[in-house]
């Protein structure tokens, strides 16, 4: 037996002996037949109820179930905590306005409790991700309010280091102390380019929703898809630094545009550029380095290598060795923009 049909025959009935009622408090008034008013109105309000109970309450009830099984339990908890807080201040403002006189005292309360408990569930389901950061930067007990590690921070994550791909592996370090969010603007724009029509853009896309996927799957990296959105602006990455300012979380990116932008406005930036660079192993000059030469540099007699980690490596006459792996001395770091460069020259030319 379905809700629906059981639904009707409730509606039906409640309609109908409301009808009845109804249907004698009229006939009175017309000076009928009460018998007769009352059985009109009767079949009225039953075939009324009978139609109209599932639309007027079936449909609202199943939408309100469909809505609460996709909502979170972030979301449900923020507006649970929003109708609690607007219960107490509606019964607050109850009492005074129960000394109106009639008929305010009885309409006016009844009203405002209504109009708070909306207000009160649509805002804080609306801030919901400001409340819970809030309460996250709270200092724990026993804990130095100064900076405490064990209090978890949310880092946002942009488009570009999805794609990238290394994020998954510099995650499972455990370096990265904090929930990564994804908020779903970019989450959308990362879709958007899985569906290019450009089959290079259609491969990143499709790479970075391969790479959020496996991040989702690790137990040991928490990551949170948030529908925190921005108003007011169209850019993703605009929405990133306002949104980043409002939580005062950091930007986990490897785009050397939106560093500086972000930069500029007071954001903390997380490079995963410049922290490949960090790690990257430091030579002196005078250090030994072997070296397997594969191409022609840019000068004259230069020879290419590369090290395991990428760094590019100029030999200094090193040209009649492509193809061989010899020994080589430092003679020069440079650090550029684009990484580290190292200079050399072979050692048996010292």
């Known amino acids: 037996m379905s809700i629906a049909f059981v639904s009707r025959i409730i509606g039906m009935i409640v309609a109908g002996v409301g009808g009845v009622y109804l249907g004698v408090y009229l006939g009175r008034f017309a000076e009928g037949s009460l018998e007769l008013w009352g059985a009109i109105f009767g079949l009225v309000g039953a075939l009324a109820g009978l139609v109209l109970t599932p639309i007027l309450v079936v449909r609202p009830i199943n939408g309100l179930r469909a809505r609460l099984s996709q909502a979170s339990a972030r979301t449900l908890f923020a507006g649970v905590i929003g109708l609690i807080i607007s219960l107490i201040i509606a019964g607050l403002l109850a009492f005074p306005l129960s000394l109106l006189p009639q008929p305010f005292s009885q309409i006016l309360p009844i009203a405002l409790a209504i109009i708070v408990c909306y207000l009160g569930v649509a805002v ?41 791909g290394r994020i998954s ?67 993703v990455d605009d929405k990133l630094v306002i949104l980043a300012r409002q939580l005062k979380s950091p930007i986990l990116t490897n785009d050397f545009n939106l560093n500086r932008v972000a930069e500029l406005q007071g954001v903390n930036i997380l490079n995963i550029n410049e922290l490949a660079n960090a790690v990257k192993a430091v030579y002196l000059p005078g250090e030994e380095l072997t070296i397997r030469v594969i191409q022609d540099g840019r000068e004259p007699g230069q020879g290419v290598g590369y090290l395991d980690d990428g760094t590019m490596v100029v030999v200094q006459d090193g040209n009649k060795f492509i193809g061989a792996e010899i020994n080589t001395v430092v003679t020069k770091v440079l650090q550029t923009a684009a990484g580290r460069m190292i200079f050399s020259r072979p050692e048996d030319s010292i």
Do not use: C, H, W
Not at 136 to 159: F, H, W
């Open 124 to 164: 804080f389901i609306a801030r919901q991700d400001d409340i819970f950061s809030v309460i996250s930067n709270l200092p724990r007990r026993g804990s130095d309010e100064a900076g405490d590690p064990n209090i978890e921070r949310t880092i946002l994550m942009d488009t570009s280091v999805i794609i990238d």
């Open 169 to 235: 592996d510099i995650a499972r370090t455990g370096f990265l102390a904090g929930t990564l969010m994804i908020p779903r603007f970019v989450l959308n724009e990362l879709q958007y380019i899985a569906d290019s029509g450009d089959s290079l853009r259609r491969q990143r896309g499709r790479r970075g929703l391969e790479v959020l996927s496996q991040l989702q799957k690790d137990p040991a990296i928490p990551v949170n898809i948030s529908d925190i959105d921005v108003e007011g602006s169209t850019a």
